[in-house]
Nanobody, 122 residues
Framework: QVQLQESGPGLVKPSQTLSLTCTVS??????????WSWIRQPPGKGLEWIGY???????YYSPSLKSRTPISRYTPKNQFTLQLSSVTPEDTAVYYC??????????????WGQGNQVTVSS
């Protein structure tokens, strides 16, 4: 069974770049037809999908965030990483990584990490 674990800072200052890593075990991030996503949930709000890196290494981002959120991967360690630049307090959220796929045109996520709380504050 695949397991995902986020790691990164809990506190980031405004204007800095947030870097989060998701380490995957029990499955490879290059396995066909899986898509590896980052999702966040600000306090008191719903889930917001940020983007994904596909099994072939291609990426796709939420239009509202894509200029700030490159996602990359390091296959020797079975990890993928989110970098969110120029953070503001509005980026405060629990950040999750997840594995999923497509059912038709619908992107689903069937495995989740436990989440990493990130607070943006000076």
């Amino acid at each position: 069974q695949v397991q995902l674990q986020e790691s990164g800072p809990g506190l980031v200052k405004p204007s800095q770049t947030l870097s989060l890593t998701c380490t995957v075990s029990g499955g490879s991030i290059t396995t066909n037809y899986y898509y590896w996503s980052w999702i966040r949930q600000p306090p008191g709000k719903g889930l917001e999908w940020i983007g994904y890196i596909a099994y072939v290494g291609s990426t796709y981002y939420s239009p509202s965030l894509k200029s700030r959120t490159p996602i990359s991967r390091y296959t020797p360690k079975n990890q993928f990483t989110l970098q969110l630049s120029s953070v503001t307090p509005e980026d405060t959220a629990v950040y999750y990584c997840g594995r999923g796929g497509y059912s038709g045109s619908y992107l689903y996520i069937d495995s989740w990490g436990q989440g990493n709380q990130v607070t943006v504050s000076s």
